[in-house]
């Protein structure tokens, strides 16, 4: 995966005009022999969900659009397309999940924003909170037959205290010679140029926990994306999602990653709807190829 942050070729000084000149050249060739490989990383949520997210994402995969997809291991299609899942050239992630499922035997969820404010107030079951990230980790290799190659969170919840905790002496105690990577949420690159409610969204899910989660992460020799993007309020159809993801694009450095919900159709009782068919749509149609080679950008 990529490495924390990326160091483009520095190219030593000389003395004399002609000299900085050579040295300005070699430079620029550096700079653009970089931006010509900048590797980036798209990866699909929610992969077990529904069998019409498992086959979009599949069909992505196929198509050369993803890096990955991250798993609900108590969704309703998770175990029937695990075989298609592990036969492809996806890396295979955990989607960390405290907020779905909560009626499943065994599986400590609860609302979003009840796990957000038990979380800061450090209210959460501790005991509860480590059961479930090493459950669905269990679960994970079990039917996977490997452990993640990365690790992210059903509405971001790996990033928050007591969670975070929990899932970094978990991955520490299962995969200490080869850590998975783990999102990180920090959304830098949409600082400026980008509408207020266009970052809106991605600043809050970024403040709820990215900056702690990555001082944590280093600390522990995890790699994690360098910034994030994919974050919108799910509205706006195929138009707007083909806008948000060629400025997404057009603003990626290497080692940045999007994430994204595709669907060859709405889901029953899911909040991101039909926007899962439009999401779809666009990372599967010919202008996000275009996007790519425009902004000299590869998924890797």
């Not at 659009?65 to 890396?91: E, I, M, W």
């Not at 924003?113 to 501790?126: A, E, F, N, Y």
């Not at 709807?273 to 010919?286: F, P």
């Amino acid at each position: 995966m990529h490495q924390g942050d990326y160091n483009a070729p520095v190219c030593e000084g000389g003395q004399g005009a002609d000299q900085n000149e050579q040295n300005d050249l070699t430079r620029h060739k550096a700079e653009r022999a970089v931006a010509k490989d900048r590797q980036i990383s798209i990866c699909a949520d929610d992969f077990g969900m529904a069998p019409a997210v498992d086959e979009a994402i599949l069909k992505l995969a196929q198509a050369r659009r993803l890096t990955g997809t991250s798993c609900l291991v108590d969704g309703d299609s998770f175990v029937q397309n695990a075989p298609a899942l592990r036969q492809s050239t996806l890396q295979k992630g955990l989607h960390l999940n405290f907020t779905e499922f909560a009626s499943q035997k065994g599986v400590y969820a609860m609302p979003l924003k009840q796990v957000i404010i038990r979380s800061l107030l450090h209210r959460l079951d501790s005991q509860k909170v480590k059961d479930s990230v090493a459950r669905q980790l269990d679960r994970f290799e079990e039917v996977m037959g490997q452990g993640p190659d990365y690790i992210d969170g059903h509405q971001h919840v790996h990033q928050l205290p007591m969670i975070r905790e929990a899932l970094l002496a978990e991955m520490e105690r299962r995969y200490a010679a080869s850590m998975p990577w783990l999102r990180y949420t920090g959304a830098q690159r949409l600082a400026t140029g980008f509408a207020f409610k266009d970052r809106f969204k991605a600043q809050i899910i970024a403040g709820l926990g990215s900056r702690d989660l990555l001082r944590l992460a280093r600390a522990k020799g995890v790699t994690m994306n360098t910034s994030f993007t994919g974050v919108y309020d799910f509205q706006g159809g195929k138009e707007r999602y083909s806008a948000l993801v060629k400025a997404w694009l057009a603003v990626m450095q290497h080692g940045d990653s999007m994430m994204c919900h595709p669907s060859l159709s709405s889901v029953q009782d899911d909040p991101v709807g039909v926007q899962r068919l439009a999401e779809y749509e666009v990372l599967a149609g010919s202008d996000m190829q275009q996007w790519l080679e425009q902004y000299s950008l590869r998924i890797a």
